[in-house]
């Protein structure tokens, strides 16, 4: 029933480890994000995927690597992890609605998952 | 670049009233601005949305108003309920675009 899945839901790991964040959709839904919630709880874009094409890259540092295998999944690996990487990563999905919502781009959320590290 | 504020105390209103949570948006006014309601340890879910030329929009309890003069919306649960105690977030999505923004929320309590 889940319509955005993450796991792990809570991943603790040290300093210079690498991790990956991994997301399914069921939605059918064509585009994909990543966002970090940080502790004062700001939402900020990372990535976008459109139909496995990366549309959206913001100043994310390159340690932080998305990967689409098709449009159903978007992966999150993180490089040398940081103090600062500690957050909750959140994936969306969503799709170019008919009717009330054309264009809008309304958005559909995971749980999160909170990375914590060490 | 597009800065969006949100009250970052909470507010506090008696099971009943109605509250009333305001985003306040810098720049350019957005195509779309949506809002979310997010609890503790969960993903946000979205509420409603507003265009830019609408002036007001209604989905049961909740009503929100957009101002593009003030750049502003302002967000109502009219006869609200401790069900409603949540962090209500404010998010712009400009035409075209993908990249929707989001403010930091405004955490509502809803006392019994």
């Known amino acids: 029933d889940t319509a955005v899945s993450q796991t792990p839901k809570y991943l603790v790991t040290q300093m210079g480890n690498d991790k990956s964040i991994k997301c399914e959709q069921n939605l059918g839904h064509d585009t994909m994000y990543w966002y970090k919630q940080d502790s004062k709880k700001f939402l900020k874009i990372m990535f976008s995927y459109n139909n496995k094409e990366l549309i959206i890259n913001e100043t994310v540092p390159n340690r932080f690597s998305p990967k689409s295998p098709d449009k159903a999944h978007l992966n999150l690996h993180i490089n040398s992890l940081e103090l600062g990487d500690s957050a909750v990563y959140f994936c969306a999905s969503s799709q170019d609605r008919t009717g009330e919502f054309r264009g809008a781009n309304v958005l559909t959320f995971g749980a999160g998952s909170r990375l914590t590290v060490l | 670049s597009q800065k969006i504020e949100q009250n970052s105390e909470a507010l506090n209103i008696q099971e009943g009233k109605t509250a009333t949570l305001t985003c306040n948006y810098t720049?350019?006014?957005?195509?779309?601005l949506q809002w979310y309601r997010q609890d503790p340890g969960r993903g946000p879910v979205f509420l409603l949305l507003i265009r830019e030329n609408e002036k007001e929009k209604r989905k049961e309890r909740l009503k929100v108003t957009f101002d593009t003069t003030l750049k502003q919306s302002l967000f109502h649960i009219t006869a609200s309920q401790p069900a409603d105690s949540a962090t209500y977030l404010c998010?712009?999505?400009?035409?075209?675009?993908?990249?929707?923004?989001f403010g930091a929320g405004t955490r509502l309590f809803v006392k019994a």
């Open positions: 720049n350019y006014s957005p195509a779309y």
């Open positions: 998010a712009l999505l400009y035409t075209g675009g993908f990249k929707t923004i």
